[in-house]
């Protein structure tokens, strides 16, 4: 069975700076996909940013980017130019690929990084 | 286009008695999931669903039931709640794309 470990129970960052979060996963198959989710206070579950286990390129968005080291199996969060907004829960959640014969396209998830953005 | 809605938002309740969380979503989505997220966890799979008529146990379905009758369509059902079972819900669903979330429904078992 699959698993998701997140290490850091807690993170800090001052505004403006930035940090990183981690997580490693296990799984004895190829293809699959990686997502981070933010939970804020509002227990709104938002995507911040997806891999393809496939791509060797690492994924970005605006100030969000991962570092994917396939052997390693770790997927870890960078967090650039950190804003207030940020402060929330981070969830890291794997998912089999759904071409998969079986496959139910659930994820399964972290137990989640709380990130605070110190002013 | 509302995406996954879910009702109610919050809802208290005694031991024993029985309620069920409604889920829908207009996006034609086949997969549709409901996962349970306790303090401190992450979210973990109840029961999910890979079709209209088609359902299956997740991780903690135990004290839970579903059923699929439309597409649009995924209550959960609880017959005789317990104290464990106060949690947050969330409904989510997906055709092979990143789930899209409900906005979740705090309930208190007491």
């Known amino acids: 069975a699959q698993t998701v470990t997140q290490s850091q129970p807690e993170m800090s960052v001052q505004e403006a700076e930035t940090v990183t979060l981690s997580c490693t996963y296990d799984?004895?198959?190829?293809?699959?996909?990686l997502f981070w989710y933010k939970q804020p206070p509002s227990r709104q579950m938002i995507l911040v940013i997806r891999?393809?286990?496939?791509?060797?390129q690492n994924a970005t968005e605006n100030r969000f980017s991962v570092n994917f080291q396939k052997a390693a199996k770790s997927f870890s969060l960078k967090i650039s130019d950190s804003q207030l907004g940020d402060a929330a829960m981070y969830f890291c959640?794997?998912?089999?690929?759904?071409?998969?014969?079986?496959?139910?396209?659930?994820?399964?998830f972290g137990k989640g990084t709380k990130l605070s953005v110190k002013p | 286009n509302a995406g996954v809605t879910q009702t109610p938002k919050f809802r208290i309740l005694k031991i024993g008695q029985s309620m069920t969380l409604q889920c829908t979503q207009d996006?034609?989505?086949?997969?549709m999931y409901w996962y349970r997220q306790d303090p401190g966890m992450g979210l973990k799979l109840i029961y999910y669903?890979?079709?209209?008529?088609?359902?299956d146990k997740g991780e903690v379905p135990n004290g839970y039931n579903v059923s699929r009758s439309t597409t649009e369509d995924f209550p959960l059902r609880l017959e005789l709640a317990a104290p464990s079972q106060t949690s947050v819900y969330f409904c989510?669903?997906?055709?092979?794309?990143?789930?899209?979330f409900g906005n979740g429904t705090r309930l208190t078992v007491t």
């Open positions: 989510a669903s997906t055709t092979n794309s990143p789930l899209h």
């Open positions: 799984t004895s198959e190829s293809d699959y996909y």
């Open positions: 891999q393809e286990a496939y791509k060797q």
């Open positions: 959640a794997y998912r089999r690929d759904m071409n998969y014969g079986g496959s139910q396209g659930n994820l399964i």
């Open positions: 996006m034609n989505h086949n997969y």
């Open positions: 669903s890979v079709g209209a008529g088609i359902t």
